[in-house]
């Protein structure tokens, strides 16, 4: 029903910077919340970060705050991380992630969100 595509993964060097893009199907995109999260071998899913669907509230994992800045425009179905000041620990698959109505309150959990992209890999070298 709602198809997740992730874009923008890539090497890039510690230090270094890279953004990420998540396009969504349907008209309906401006009533999800949307998330990043990530996830390494070996490792549950991660939360990144999430976009509220009203009034774009942000939330961030601590480990990213500060460094990592999540988007959305409506207009475009898209969301985005940005993410500077990339470290080797960032090093993760990172997958995008809806939460289509009726919504869910909590927002870091993986239970919470109806529907994943495929993954984009981000690999961080030292």
């Known amino acids: 029903q709602v198809q997740l595509v992730e874009s923008g993964g890539g090497l890039v060097q510690a230090g270094g910077s890279l953004k990420l893009s998540c396009a969504a199907s349907?008209?309906?995109?401006?009533?999800?919340?949307m998330a990043w999260f990530r996830q390494v071998p070996g490792k549950e899913r991660e939360f990144v970060a999430a976009?509220?669907?009203?009034?774009?509230?942000?939330y961030y994992a601590d480990s990213v705050k500060g460094r990592f800045t999540i988007s959305r425009d409506n207009a475009k179905n898209t969301v985005y991380l940005q993410m500077n000041s990339l470290k080797p620990e960032d090093t993760a698959v990172y997958y995008c992630?809806?939460?289509?109505?009726?919504?869910?309150?909590?927002?870091?959990?993986?239970?919470?969100?109806?529907?994943w992209g495929q993954g984009t890999q981000v690999t961080v070298s030292s």
């Open positions: 992630a809806a939460d289509t109505p009726p919504h869910s309150t909590v927002v870091v959990s993986t239970t919470s969100y109806d529907y």
């Open positions: 349907g008209r309906t995109f401006s009533s999800y919340t």
């Open positions: 976009i509220s669907w009203i009034g774009s509230i942000t």
